[in-house]
């Protein structure tokens, strides 16, 4: 499907509810993926219509899906809960946090 731009949009991913959609549309948007957002606005009709209709979809020019593939797979594997790990500090961290609770430091990759 083409826009007024000329860009090629091809969708990436449906979401399960709009929070995860705009989400991750903010993660694509920090590493330079322009995207377009739709059905946010769907998701209280599920029932009313098809059901996997009513989820929110993301969608990035066809120039830009391996780019933005790589930062979904990025997001999800950053999104799933990890191990503890052990902080400079000696703070043991939950998997999910990314940084310290308790000096703040990142977490190591």
Do not use: H
Not at 55 to 83: K, N, Q, T
Not at 84 to 92: A, F, H, L
């Amino acid at each position: 499907m083409m826009d007024d731009g000329g860009m090629r949009w091809t969708l990436l991913f449906q979401a399960s509810d709009p929070t995860e959609a705009f989400l991750i549309r903010d993660y694509l948007a920090q590493r330079g993926v322009p995207s377009q957002l739709r059905g946010q606005d769907l998701a209280g009709l599920g029932g009313v219509i098809p059901i996997p209709d009513s989820f929110p979809s993301l969608w990035v020019d066809e120039e830009e899906l391996g780019l933005a593939r790589s930062a979904l797979a990025r997001w999800e594997a950053e999104s799933l809960p990890g191990v503890d790990w052990t902080c400079s500090c000696s703070e043991v961290n939950e998997g999910s946090f990314g940084s310290c609770w308790k000096c703040s430091t990142l977490r190591p990759s």
